[in-house]
Nanobody, 118 residues
């Protein structure tokens, strides 16, 4: 069973930085594209950054230039470096595999809270 453990969140002031980690167990992530999603209460979970198995990266417009996705296949871990955070980035952040059929996507982990506030 594939499992995800997100960490690195917390409370940060506007303009600050955080680095999220996603440790994956139960599969070899080197075979997969992966992504970071975020969700706020009452909204849909949205994909904000993705990285392919050959390290091609894409970002949602509103995080481009501020967030950087990366992966370390040897550690079966994915990262999200978040800089110049603003209050609108406050959300629960999740990681998962990107698969062609959404029904094949593994269950979500607990996610990690990121709060940007002064």
């Amino acid at each position: 069973q594939v499992q995800f453990v997100e960490s690195g969140g917390g409370l940060v002031q506007p303009g600050g930085s955080l680095r999220l980690s996603c440790v994956v167990s139960g599969t070899d992530i080197s075979k997969y594209a992966m992504g970071w999603w975020r969700q706020t209460p009452g909204t849909r979970r949205e994909l904000i950054a993705q990285i392919t198995s050959n390290d091609s990266k894409n970002y949602a417009t509103f995080v481009k230039g501020r967030f950087t996705i990366s992966r370390d296949n040897a550690k079966n871990t994915m990262y999200l470096q978040m800089d110049n955070l603003n209050p609108e980035d406050t959300a629960v952040y999740y990681c998962n595999l990107i698969v062609p059929n959404i029904n094949d996507r593994p269950n979500w982990g607990q996610g990690i809270q990121v709060t940007v506030s002064s």
